[in-house]
């Protein structure tokens, strides 16, 4: 999941100024996504996450660890386009119910991501998840992925990377 997990924390640390909704609102009065999605975030995140993934791509062939999942530059790209994708949806769910930029969603911040990231492979690669996701995998990542990405996020609040620790 490493090609899913890194374009969040990338597309934080990039940031950029340049918003992606063009800093405009909706018919509700309401920003589009909010100052925090950034165009250079969301390519600098996905560009970040191909090259983890591509990483993973040569460990795998150089070293034969075959306890990873075989990735090809296909599902590394859709995994880190998905993962911000999600981000971004949430993002805009979150303006919609009136919420506010950094507040916090109790289990859509968590997986927001790894949804996005899932459905895109379901969609244009689903041999790949056939293959390489298996119910034991699938039930690891769900509980992983909360405990690490609320590690991040204290870490990268620790660090002033975030404004807030969630």
């Known amino acids: 999941m490493i090609p899913a997990y890194i374009p969040n924390s990338a597309a934080a640390l990039i940031k950029g100024t340049f918003p992606m909704d063009f800093g405009r609102t909706m018919a509700d009065g309401r920003r589009i996504f909010g100052d925090g999605k950034t165009f250079r975030g969301f390519f600098g995140g996905i560009i970040c996450g191909v090259v983890f993934g591509c990483l993973q791509i040569l460990a795998y062939q150089q070293f034969n660890l075959n306890f990873l999942p075989h990735h090809t530059l296909l599902s590394v790209t859709l995994l880190s386009i998905g993962a911000l994708t999600g ?49 034991t995998t699938f039930i690891i990542i769900i509980i992983m992925t909360p405990l690490l990405h609320r590690a991040v996020n204290m870490i990268g609040y620790k660090l002033g990377f975030k404004d807030v620790p969630w």
Do not use: C
């Not at 950094?102 to 690669?125: M, P, R």
């Open 87 to 135: 981000d971004v949806v949430a993002s805009f769910l979150k303006r919609r119910l009136g919420m506010k930029p950094g507040e916090k969603w109790q289990f859509v911040d968590q997986y927001d991501f790894l949804f996005g990231a899932f459905i895109l492979l379901a969609i244009l690669d689903w041999s790949w998840v056939h293959e390489n996701v298996t119910i």
